[in-house]
Protein backbone atom coordinates (compact mmCIF):
# COMPACT_ATOMS: atom_id res chain seq x y z
CA UNK A 1 0.00 0.00 0.00
CA UNK A 2 1.61 3.75 -1.07
CA UNK A 3 1.12 6.61 1.33
CA UNK A 4 -1.33 8.85 -0.92
CA UNK A 5 -2.58 12.06 -0.09
CA UNK A 6 -6.17 11.41 0.55
CA UNK A 7 -4.38 9.35 4.09
CA UNK A 8 -2.33 12.31 5.04
CA UNK A 9 -5.73 14.71 4.41
CA UNK A 10 -7.91 12.26 6.38
CA UNK A 11 -5.33 12.54 9.51
CA UNK A 12 -5.08 15.94 8.97
CA UNK A 13 -8.74 16.65 8.78
CA UNK A 14 -8.94 14.64 12.42
CA UNK A 15 -6.67 16.18 14.00
CA UNK A 16 -8.13 19.54 12.95
CA UNK A 17 -11.92 18.18 14.33
CA UNK A 18 -9.97 17.24 17.47
CA UNK A 19 -8.62 20.79 17.92
CA UNK A 20 -11.71 22.47 17.29
CA UNK A 21 -13.74 20.36 19.74
CA UNK A 22 -11.56 21.10 22.26
CA UNK A 23 -10.92 24.87 21.49
CA UNK A 24 -15.01 25.23 21.45
CA UNK A 25 -15.21 22.89 24.68
CA UNK A 26 -17.47 20.84 23.10
CA UNK A 27 -17.15 17.80 25.13
CA UNK A 28 -15.96 14.01 24.05
CA UNK A 29 -14.49 15.35 20.62
CA UNK A 30 -15.04 11.36 19.33
CA UNK A 31 -17.95 12.14 17.00
CA UNK A 32 -16.53 14.90 15.32
CA UNK A 33 -13.56 12.79 14.15
CA UNK A 34 -15.62 10.16 13.19
CA UNK A 35 -17.36 12.34 11.23
CA UNK A 36 -13.96 13.89 9.56
CA UNK A 37 -13.29 10.79 8.47
CA UNK A 38 -16.65 9.82 6.70
CA UNK A 39 -16.62 12.97 4.98
CA UNK A 40 -13.31 12.83 3.07
CA UNK A 41 -14.33 12.89 -0.30
CA UNK A 42 -11.59 12.46 -3.56
CA UNK A 43 -12.74 15.71 -5.64
CA UNK A 44 -13.71 19.16 -4.65
CA UNK A 45 -16.90 18.65 -6.32
CA UNK A 46 -17.98 15.95 -4.48
CA UNK A 47 -16.87 17.24 -1.22
CA UNK A 48 -19.13 20.38 -1.81
CA UNK A 49 -21.84 17.89 -2.49
CA UNK A 50 -21.32 15.82 0.30
CA UNK A 51 -21.06 18.47 2.69
CA UNK A 52 -24.54 19.69 1.47
CA UNK A 53 -26.04 16.40 1.26
CA UNK A 54 -24.48 15.55 4.72
CA UNK A 55 -25.93 18.90 6.83
CA UNK A 56 -29.81 17.91 5.33
CA UNK A 57 -29.50 13.85 6.37
CA UNK A 58 -27.74 14.85 9.74
CA UNK A 59 -30.31 17.68 10.33
CA UNK A 60 -33.01 14.64 9.30
CA UNK A 61 -31.45 11.89 11.68
CA UNK A 62 -30.73 13.75 14.52
CA UNK A 63 -34.27 15.29 14.95
CA UNK A 64 -35.66 12.03 14.39
CA UNK A 65 -33.16 10.93 17.01
CA UNK A 66 -34.33 13.55 19.52
CA UNK A 67 -38.44 13.18 19.03
CA UNK A 68 -37.31 9.38 19.60
CA UNK A 69 -35.19 10.02 22.58
CA UNK A 70 -38.14 11.98 24.12
CA UNK A 71 -40.45 8.97 23.85
CA UNK A 72 -38.14 6.18 24.40
CA UNK A 73 -35.03 7.11 26.29
CA UNK A 74 -31.81 5.07 25.53
CA UNK A 75 -34.03 1.81 24.60
CA UNK A 76 -31.97 -0.16 22.30
CA UNK A 77 -35.04 -1.11 20.09
CA UNK A 78 -35.76 2.55 19.46
CA UNK A 79 -32.49 3.24 18.60
CA UNK A 80 -32.41 0.47 15.95
CA UNK A 81 -35.97 1.33 14.69
CA UNK A 82 -34.48 5.11 13.98
CA UNK A 83 -31.83 3.60 12.41
CA UNK A 84 -34.01 2.07 10.03
CA UNK A 85 -35.75 4.75 8.89
CA UNK A 86 -32.71 7.16 8.34
CA UNK A 87 -32.16 4.28 6.27
CA UNK A 88 -34.91 4.74 3.77
CA UNK A 89 -35.04 8.15 3.77
CA UNK A 90 -31.39 8.35 2.80
CA UNK A 91 -31.88 6.00 -0.25
CA UNK A 92 -34.99 7.37 -1.47
CA UNK A 93 -33.31 10.55 -1.21
CA UNK A 94 -30.47 9.18 -3.33
CA UNK A 95 -28.25 10.22 -0.62
CA UNK A 96 -27.13 6.66 -0.05
CA UNK A 97 -23.32 8.01 1.24
CA UNK A 98 -24.05 10.01 4.22
CA UNK A 99 -25.92 6.95 5.73
CA UNK A 100 -22.94 6.02 8.03
CA UNK A 101 -21.95 9.18 9.33
CA UNK A 102 -26.13 10.06 9.18
CA UNK A 103 -26.25 6.82 11.84
CA UNK A 104 -23.28 8.07 13.92
CA UNK A 105 -25.09 11.05 14.71
CA UNK A 106 -28.62 8.99 15.29
CA UNK A 107 -27.24 6.77 17.74
CA UNK A 108 -25.30 9.84 19.35
CA UNK A 109 -28.17 12.27 19.93
CA UNK A 110 -30.40 8.96 21.31
CA UNK A 111 -27.53 8.78 23.99
CA UNK A 112 -28.94 12.03 25.33
CA UNK A 113 -32.05 10.80 26.15
CA UNK A 114 -34.12 13.96 25.26
CA UNK A 115 -31.71 16.35 26.64
CA UNK A 116 -31.85 19.13 24.41
CA UNK A 117 -28.48 20.42 25.21
CA UNK A 118 -26.24 17.26 24.91
CA UNK A 119 -28.32 16.55 21.61
CA UNK A 120 -27.38 19.52 20.59
CA UNK A 121 -24.07 19.28 21.31
CA UNK A 122 -23.67 15.72 19.39
CA UNK A 123 -25.32 17.38 16.53
CA UNK A 124 -22.68 20.68 16.46
CA UNK A 125 -19.93 17.67 16.95
CA UNK A 126 -20.75 16.13 13.80
CA UNK A 127 -20.74 19.38 11.83
CA UNK A 128 -17.38 19.99 13.07
CA UNK A 129 -15.85 17.05 11.35
CA UNK A 130 -17.91 17.67 8.20
CA UNK A 131 -16.29 20.88 8.13
CA UNK A 132 -12.77 20.05 9.05
CA UNK A 133 -12.62 17.57 6.35
CA UNK A 134 -14.00 20.18 4.08
CA UNK A 135 -11.94 22.80 4.74
CA UNK A 136 -8.66 20.52 4.66
CA UNK A 137 -9.75 18.82 1.17
CA UNK A 138 -9.79 22.34 -0.11
CA UNK A 139 -6.19 23.91 1.49
CA UNK A 140 -4.34 20.39 1.46
CA UNK A 141 -3.19 19.25 -1.70
CA UNK A 142 -6.51 19.76 -3.52
CA UNK A 143 -7.10 16.84 -5.77
CA UNK A 144 -6.33 17.15 -9.51
CA UNK A 145 -7.99 14.27 -11.03
CA UNK A 146 -7.21 15.50 -14.47
CA UNK A 147 -3.01 15.28 -13.74
CA UNK A 148 -3.54 12.58 -12.16
CA UNK A 149 -4.95 10.77 -14.99
CA UNK A 150 -3.05 11.18 -17.60
CA UNK A 151 0.22 10.61 -14.86
CA UNK A 152 -1.30 7.51 -14.03
CA UNK A 153 -2.13 6.26 -17.68
CA UNK A 154 1.22 6.99 -18.47
CA UNK A 155 2.27 4.97 -15.60
CA UNK A 156 -0.35 1.96 -16.47
CA UNK A 157 1.06 1.90 -19.88
CA UNK A 158 4.34 1.51 -18.95
CA UNK A 159 3.43 -1.72 -17.41
CA UNK A 160 0.86 -2.77 -19.92
CA UNK A 161 3.68 -2.50 -22.37
CA UNK A 162 5.87 -5.30 -20.38
CA UNK A 163 3.36 -7.48 -20.22
CA UNK A 164 2.38 -7.18 -23.81
CA UNK A 165 6.24 -7.73 -25.06
CA UNK A 166 6.63 -10.91 -23.05
CA UNK A 167 2.91 -12.45 -23.81
CA UNK A 168 3.93 -14.53 -27.22
CA UNK A 169 7.69 -15.04 -26.15
CA UNK A 170 6.66 -16.14 -22.82
CA UNK A 171 9.53 -14.93 -21.15
CA UNK A 172 8.36 -13.88 -17.55
CA UNK A 173 7.78 -16.00 -14.75
CA UNK A 174 4.11 -16.98 -14.93
CA UNK A 175 3.55 -16.39 -10.91
CA UNK A 176 5.28 -12.83 -11.83
CA UNK A 177 3.41 -12.24 -14.66
CA UNK A 178 -0.14 -13.21 -13.42
CA UNK A 179 0.92 -10.95 -10.06
CA UNK A 180 1.66 -7.81 -12.64
CA UNK A 181 -1.17 -8.60 -14.52
CA UNK A 182 -3.72 -8.50 -11.36
CA UNK A 183 -1.97 -4.84 -10.54
CA UNK A 184 -2.66 -3.95 -14.60
CA UNK A 185 -6.42 -4.47 -13.99
CA UNK A 186 -6.02 -2.65 -10.55
CA UNK A 187 -4.25 0.56 -11.93
CA UNK A 188 -6.93 0.13 -15.27
CA UNK A 189 -9.74 0.07 -12.63
CA UNK A 190 -8.54 2.73 -10.85
CA UNK A 191 -8.00 5.12 -13.77
CA UNK A 192 -11.89 4.65 -14.92
CA UNK A 193 -12.77 5.68 -11.70
CA UNK A 194 -10.96 8.91 -11.47
CA UNK A 195 -12.69 9.42 -14.97
CA UNK A 196 -15.95 8.80 -13.31
CA UNK A 197 -14.59 11.84 -10.99
CA UNK A 198 -14.13 14.32 -14.19
CA UNK A 199 -17.01 13.63 -15.80
CA UNK A 200 -18.97 14.16 -12.75
CA UNK A 201 -17.48 17.67 -12.12
CA UNK A 202 -17.86 18.35 -15.77
CA UNK A 203 -21.41 17.42 -16.13
CA UNK A 204 -22.55 19.58 -12.75
CA UNK A 205 -20.93 22.95 -14.61
CA UNK A 206 -24.22 24.89 -15.70
CA UNK A 207 -21.75 26.27 -19.30
CA UNK A 208 -18.97 23.80 -19.28
CA UNK A 209 -15.69 24.52 -21.70
CA UNK A 210 -15.68 23.11 -24.75
CA UNK A 211 -12.01 22.34 -24.23
CA UNK A 212 -13.14 20.62 -20.92
CA UNK A 213 -15.51 18.31 -23.07
CA UNK A 214 -12.58 18.13 -25.47
CA UNK A 215 -10.66 16.88 -22.74
CA UNK A 216 -12.88 14.33 -21.93
CA UNK A 217 -13.03 12.73 -24.78
CA UNK A 218 -9.39 11.93 -25.14
CA UNK A 219 -8.94 10.68 -21.50
CA UNK A 220 -12.23 8.42 -21.96
CA UNK A 221 -10.06 7.14 -25.26
CA UNK A 222 -7.28 6.57 -23.53
CA UNK A 223 -8.66 4.05 -20.87
CA UNK A 224 -10.09 2.74 -23.86
CA UNK A 225 -7.52 1.74 -25.32
CA UNK A 226 -5.57 0.65 -22.02
CA UNK A 227 -8.65 -1.54 -21.65
CA UNK A 228 -8.12 -2.97 -25.15
CA UNK A 229 -4.78 -3.58 -24.28
CA UNK A 230 -5.38 -5.60 -20.92
CA UNK A 231 -8.27 -7.42 -23.75
CA UNK A 232 -5.30 -8.43 -25.95
CA UNK A 233 -3.58 -10.10 -22.78
CA UNK A 234 -6.27 -12.05 -21.54
CA UNK A 235 -7.13 -13.32 -25.23
CA UNK A 236 -3.49 -14.16 -25.28
CA UNK A 237 -4.01 -16.30 -22.24
CA UNK A 238 -7.52 -17.71 -23.59
CA UNK A 239 -6.32 -18.63 -26.67
CA UNK A 240 -3.05 -18.42 -28.42
CA UNK A 241 -1.05 -21.17 -26.55
CA UNK A 242 -3.95 -23.49 -27.07
CA UNK A 243 -3.48 -23.13 -30.89
CA UNK A 244 -0.96 -24.80 -32.56
CA UNK A 245 1.66 -22.60 -34.21
CA UNK A 246 5.03 -22.59 -36.07
CA UNK A 247 7.73 -20.42 -35.42
CA UNK A 248 7.48 -18.20 -38.02
CA UNK A 249 3.48 -17.64 -36.81
CA UNK A 250 5.29 -16.66 -33.38
CA UNK A 251 7.59 -14.23 -34.87
CA UNK A 252 4.49 -12.43 -37.10
CA UNK A 253 2.20 -11.98 -33.97
CA UNK A 254 5.03 -10.76 -31.81
CA UNK A 255 6.47 -8.47 -34.14
CA UNK A 256 2.73 -6.85 -35.15
CA UNK A 257 2.00 -6.62 -31.08
CA UNK A 258 5.25 -4.32 -30.42
CA UNK A 259 4.29 -2.63 -33.76
CA UNK A 260 0.96 -1.95 -31.47
CA UNK A 261 3.02 -0.87 -28.36
CA UNK A 262 5.46 1.67 -30.02
CA UNK A 263 2.14 3.39 -31.63
CA UNK A 264 0.71 3.56 -28.47
CA UNK A 265 3.80 5.01 -26.78
CA UNK A 266 4.00 7.40 -29.35
CA UNK A 267 0.73 8.64 -29.16
CA UNK A 268 1.32 9.00 -25.62
CA UNK A 269 4.35 11.06 -26.36
CA UNK A 270 2.28 13.00 -28.61
CA UNK A 271 -0.24 14.05 -26.46
CA UNK A 272 2.39 15.49 -24.08
CA UNK A 273 4.11 17.59 -26.99
CA UNK A 274 7.26 15.53 -26.79
CA UNK A 275 7.28 14.64 -30.56
CA UNK A 276 8.25 16.35 -33.86
CA UNK A 277 5.26 16.72 -36.40
CA UNK A 278 4.80 13.43 -38.29
CA UNK A 279 6.62 11.08 -36.39
CA UNK A 280 3.29 9.55 -35.90
CA UNK A 281 2.69 7.34 -39.54
CA UNK A 282 -0.82 6.63 -38.67
CA UNK A 283 -1.64 5.81 -42.32
CA UNK A 284 1.31 3.11 -42.59
CA UNK A 285 0.77 1.76 -39.30
CA UNK A 286 -3.25 1.24 -39.77
CA UNK A 287 -2.73 -0.56 -43.29
CA UNK A 288 -0.20 -3.19 -42.03
CA UNK A 289 -3.01 -3.81 -39.07
CA UNK A 290 -5.54 -4.05 -41.42
CA UNK A 291 -2.98 -6.71 -43.33
CA UNK A 292 -2.38 -8.29 -40.68
CA UNK A 293 -5.88 -9.21 -39.60
CA UNK A 294 -6.75 -10.50 -43.31
CA UNK A 295 -3.58 -12.73 -43.66
CA UNK A 296 -5.04 -14.23 -40.41
CA UNK A 297 -8.81 -14.24 -41.79
CA UNK A 298 -7.22 -15.44 -44.99
CA UNK A 299 -5.08 -18.14 -43.17
CA UNK A 300 -7.91 -19.07 -40.88
CA UNK A 301 -10.27 -20.25 -44.89
CA UNK A 302 -6.82 -22.59 -45.54
CA UNK A 303 -6.79 -24.09 -42.09
CA UNK A 304 -9.80 -23.98 -40.11
CA UNK A 305 -9.07 -26.65 -38.04
CA UNK A 306 -6.02 -25.14 -36.17
CA UNK A 307 -6.56 -21.42 -37.04
CA UNK A 308 -9.60 -20.18 -34.82
CA UNK A 309 -8.07 -19.31 -31.97
CA UNK A 310 -5.54 -17.66 -33.39
CA UNK A 311 -7.84 -15.84 -35.25
CA UNK A 312 -10.27 -15.05 -31.92
CA UNK A 313 -7.06 -13.75 -31.04
CA UNK A 314 -5.79 -11.66 -33.91
CA UNK A 315 -9.27 -9.78 -33.94
CA UNK A 316 -8.52 -8.66 -30.77
CA UNK A 317 -5.33 -7.19 -31.32
CA UNK A 318 -6.62 -5.82 -34.49
CA UNK A 319 -9.72 -3.99 -32.34
CA UNK A 320 -6.53 -2.56 -30.13
CA UNK A 321 -4.90 -1.03 -33.35
CA UNK A 322 -8.16 0.16 -34.20
CA UNK A 323 -8.62 2.22 -30.87
CA UNK A 324 -5.10 3.46 -30.81
CA UNK A 325 -5.71 5.14 -34.36
CA UNK A 326 -9.24 6.63 -33.02
CA UNK A 327 -6.87 8.19 -30.18
CA UNK A 328 -4.45 9.49 -32.83
CA UNK A 329 -6.69 11.06 -34.11
CA UNK A 330 -8.21 12.72 -31.18
CA UNK A 331 -4.84 13.76 -29.99
CA UNK A 332 -4.19 15.56 -33.11
CA UNK A 333 -4.34 19.03 -31.48
CA UNK A 334 -2.92 17.98 -28.36
CA UNK A 335 -1.71 21.64 -27.95
CA UNK A 336 -4.89 22.95 -27.14
CA UNK A 337 -5.79 19.99 -25.15
CA UNK A 338 -2.70 20.53 -22.82
CA UNK A 339 -3.36 21.51 -18.97
Known sequence: MTFGARMLKTGLA????????????????????????????????RSWRHLLDQLQTITLGAVLAML?????????????????????????????????????????????????EFAVNRFVLSLIGILSAFVINILVFPPKPRVQFVEQVRSTFDRLSLLLRTAISDEMK???????????????????????????????????????????VVYKQMLNTLRKGYEVLEAIEEHYFQASRSPELNLIFDQHLEKMIKYHEHIILKYEQKLKPGAVDAETIKEENDKFLKHMLDRYKDHEDGALRLSIVSAVMYDYGHQLDRLNRLTGHSSELAE
Open 14 to 45: VTLALYASLWLQMGSPVIAAVAAIFAMQPSIY
Open 68 to 116: AGLVFPKEPFAVGIVCILVIMICIKLKMGDTIGLTLVTVVAVMEASGQW
Open 174 to 216: ESIFRDEQRSLENNINSIGDKYKLMEEEQKKLKAPKFSGIRQL
